[in-house]
């Protein structure tokens, strides 16, 4: 089972949450778990509706490297 999923921010929303674009998928997600600052462009880590933590392009692609064989076939 995959629990975090990676994703790109793509704009800001209203009341601390962004739109994120993960995979195939756009979600909206709240802010409020992180204190850094998120813009569009930020590579981010998503849980349960909620941006656990802000990624440098080289950590979202290698955890998106090692989650595929990992979650394939995974809703």
Do not use: K, N
């Given at each position: 089972?995959?629990?975090?999923?990676?994703?790109?921010?793509?704009?800001?929303?209203?009341?601390?949450?962004?739109?994120?674009?993960?995979?195939?998928?756009?979600?909206?997600?709240?802010?409020?778990?992180?204190?850094?600052?998120?813009?569009?462009?930020?590579?981010?880590?998503?849980?349960s509706?909620?941006?656990?933590?802000?990624?440098?392009?080289?950590?979202?692609?290698?955890?998106?490297?090692?989650?595929?064989?990992?979650?394939?076939?995974a809703?």
């Amino acid at each position: 089972m995959c629990l975090g999923t990676i994703g790109l921010v793509t704009a800001l929303g209203s009341a601390r949450c962004v739109q994120v674009r993960a995979g195939d998928r756009d979600i909206t997600v709240s802010l409020m778990a992180v204190s850094d600052a998120v813009r569009p462009g930020d590579w981010v880590l998503v849980h349960s509706g909620l941006v656990l933590a802000r990624l440098t392009e080289q950590e979202a692609m290698d955890a998106l490297e090692l989650r595929e064989p990992i979650c394939e076939g995974a809703p």
